[in-house]
């Protein structure tokens, strides 16, 4: 199969991360008989310097013409002064906004060889598995631009969704957990919001449609305390754009370091921009010291979601696993007995492990 890929690189450690991420994408390509064709695009600081502008036309024709998009991380100091509409992230609130992606997913896993680098308990964290879905274009972050005022003492901003944005990321969490461990807790605050009502009537006619996916409506305040208290009783979790901000990045500190959490913004038709949780790290970057694993899984998510390559993002999702598990880590989390390897390094470890798998794969053919 032949799929195009826009690679928007952006700025600081987003460079590097994505170099070692083609590469392991073009390992799997070798293994699986498949070719991805890499079309990189400037996006953020670098846009900014070389266009003129954080999102340049030229980019978003790329993305357009492609099948999905790769993204490393924008942002850095040398741009923090710069007037709003020139700023990095622009670049990136922009191309959400251009391509029509409406639904994040964010998924966090608690390796068991990082159980030590959560701020929780490792016994609390154990078998952590779950996915945030949330939706991105509506709710209080964008309501009614007309309605959205500041006069003297007074301000109103306003909480805006029609049924349609309801029921499409809706969707998109009962699909999630049909592919998963069938559980979708649908999280809202109906005892109080209007739009939250709505929400659980939708989620109530849609769960005809998914027999199979066990259903439970939580309170927003509710969700948060669980998710130190007990993580590991959550499949899905799909929720509106505010409540959605907030626990994911609260789910995110369960695993310990952002250098292991990727990302993923779709569509309904599937296109998808694929992206890690963290930033530029200015501090780090240039330096070969970043953790690549972030990236290197938002492009199994990608061959996942937008490529339906099941059986490619899971040679990759192992391959990091093993990676751990054999005692590999870049500076961010290591601290467990073990010398950090550089990203360099980590990128030829999970190609070195992947290629281990395909090995072992092959002997267990010729066998059977
Ligand atoms: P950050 O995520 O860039 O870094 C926070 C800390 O985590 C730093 O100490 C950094 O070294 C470390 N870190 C992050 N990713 C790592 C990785 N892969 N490996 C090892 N260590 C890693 O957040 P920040 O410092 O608040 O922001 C820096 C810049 O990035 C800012 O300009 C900000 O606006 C931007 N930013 C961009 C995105 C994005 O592109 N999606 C997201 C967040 C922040």
Same mark, same amino acid.
């Given at each position: 199969?032949k ?50 502008? /954080?999102? /340049? ?31 990095p ?28 680098a959560? /701020?929780l ?5 154990k078998?952590?598995d ?30 805006h ?15 999630? &957990?049909?592919?998963?461990r ?7 605050? &109906? ?19 998914? /027999? ?51 990302? &993923?913004s ?27 694993l ?28 093993e990676?751990?598990?054999a ?42």
């Amino acid at each position: 199969m032949k799929r195009k890929v826009a690679v928007l690189p952006g700025d600081g450690i987003g460079k590097e991360v994505m170099e070692g991420t083609m590469k392991v994408l073009n390992a799997v390509a070798d293994r699986f008989g498949h070719t991805f064709e890499f079309h990189k695009a400037r996006i953020g600081g670098a846009a900014i310097d070389e266009d003129g502008q /954080p999102l /340049p036309d030229e980019t978003l024709r790329i993305c357009k013409e492609s099948d999905a998009v790769l993204l490393g991380a924008v942002g850095g100091p040398q741009w923090e002064n710069l007037p709003g509409h020139l700023r990095p992230e622009r670049g990136l609130l922009g191309i959400r906004k251009e391509l029509g992606l409406f639904a994040n997913l964010r998924p966090v896993t608690a390796f068991d060889s990082l159980l030590d680098a959560s /701020p929780l308990k490792a016994d609390r964290i154990k078998g952590v598995d779950m996915l945030i879905v949330r939706e991105l274009t509506g709710g209080l972050y964008f309501g009614t631009p007309s309605e959205r005022r500041k006069d003297g003492n007074e301000v109103v901003d306003t909480l805006h969704y029609t049924r349609s944005e309801i029921e499409r990321i809706v969707d998109q969490g009962f699909e999630a &957990a049909k592919k998963r461990r069938q559980k979708l807790t649908s999280v809202d605050k &109906a005892n109080v919001l209007e739009s939250s009502r709505m929400w659980r009537e939708i989620v109530e006619e849609k769960s005809k449609a998914y /027999p199979e996916v066990e259903v439970e409506h939580m309170l927003v305040d509710a969700a948060a305390m669980k998710l130190v208290q007990h993580p590991a009783y959550f499949d899905v979790i799909v929720t509106e754009n505010l409540f959605g901000d907030i626990l994911s990045d609260e789910a995110s500190m369960i695993t310990g370091s952002l250098g292991m959490l990727p990302s &993923a913004s779709l569509r309904s038709d599937g296109y998808g921009m694929y992206e890690p949780v963290h930033g530029s790290a200015p501090d780090i970057a240039g330096k070969n010291l970043a953790n690549p694993l972030a990236m290197i899984l938002s492009g199994a998510m990608m061959l996942k979601y937008s490529f339906q390559m099941y059986e490619e993002a899971d040679a990759i999702e192992k391959a990091v696993k093993e990676v751990l598990d054999a005692g590999y880590f870049t500076s961010d989390i290591a601290g467990r007995g073990a010398n950090a390897l550089s990203t360099d390094r980590m990128v030829k470890q999970v190609i070195f492990q992947l290629e281990e798998d395909n090995a072992t794969a092959g002997i267990m053919e010729a066998y059977a």
